[in-house]
């Protein structure tokens, strides 16, 4: 079964912070995607990234970078030096062509004070 | 912005009265999606669309029907709402299936009273 696990519920952090959130998956397939999305108080969800499992290359985006990890089955967020702008509630999610699902974490709800 | 939109936007209705949520989008994407999102649940897949005329189940898709007539529009039935229906419910897009990225509406927030 595939499952995705957001361990964190709720994170406050000071802005100018660095902040990780965690995602950890679970999947037998070999071929699979993972995302990020991001629910800001107003409700949308904005796509943030996609990857494959084949690319464990770690990506950076500005003030955003990700973290993924095979061997721990891992898909980390790293917000660095957070702003107020960033307080949302961030969703990682999986999915396979075998399962033909997206299944989402719980979701993770940052907090940034100024 | 991927050019989705769905109506209503808010609605509040009785228990027992059918209600139709619509999603239309300006894509031309194959594939479409409705999910519904509550506290402690995240976001669940209600049914899903690979094509005019071509549904599919999700994992809650009890009490609810869909329809596509067309490609730009996927349209959400409850037939005879619950208050356990009362929920955000959100319309995505993608122009793969599953594995490519899906882009959301800006949601549809209704209330069984």
């Known amino acids: 079964a595939q499952k995705v696990t957001q361990a964190q519920t709720e994170i406050s952090v000071v802005e100018k912070e660095d902040v990780t959130l965690d995602c950890v998956y679970e999947?037998?397939?070999?071929?699979?995607?993972l995302f990020w999305y991001k629910q800001p108080p107003s409700g949308e969800l904005v796509f943030l990234i996609r990857?494959?499992?084949?690319?464990?290359q770690n990506e950076i985006s500005g003030r955003y970078s990700w973290n993924f990890q095979k061997s721990t089955s891992s898909f980390n967020f790293t917000i660095t030096a957070s702003q107020v702008v960033d307080s949302a509630v961030y969703f990682c999610?999986?999915?396979?062509?075998?399962?033909?699902?997206?299944?989402f974490g719980q979701g993770t709800t940052l907090q940034v004070k100024p | 912005d991927a050019g989705i939109t769905q109506s209503p936007r808010h609605k509040v209705t009785e228990t027992g009265t059918p209600v139709t949520l619509r999603c239309h989008q300006t894509e031309n994407h194959r594939y479409m999606y409705w999910y519904r999102q509550d506290p402690g649940h995240g976001l669940r897949l209600i049914h899903y669309?690979?094509?005019?005329?071509?549904?599919d189940k999700g994992e809650v898709s009890d009490g609810y029907s869909v329809s596509r007539s067309k490609t730009e529009d996927f349209l959400l039935t409850l037939e005879s709402a619950t208050s356990s229906q009362t929920s955000v419910y959100f319309c995505a897009i993608s122009e793969g299936g599953y594995t490519d990225t899906q882009y959301f509406g800006p949601g549809t927030r209704l209330t069984v009273l």
């Open positions: 669309s690979y094509g005019v005329k071509d549904t």
């Open positions: 990857r494959n499992s084949f690319d464990e």
């Open positions: 999610a999986l999915s396979s062509s075998n399962t033909g699902k997206l299944i």
């Open positions: 999947t037998r397939d070999t071929t699979y995607y």
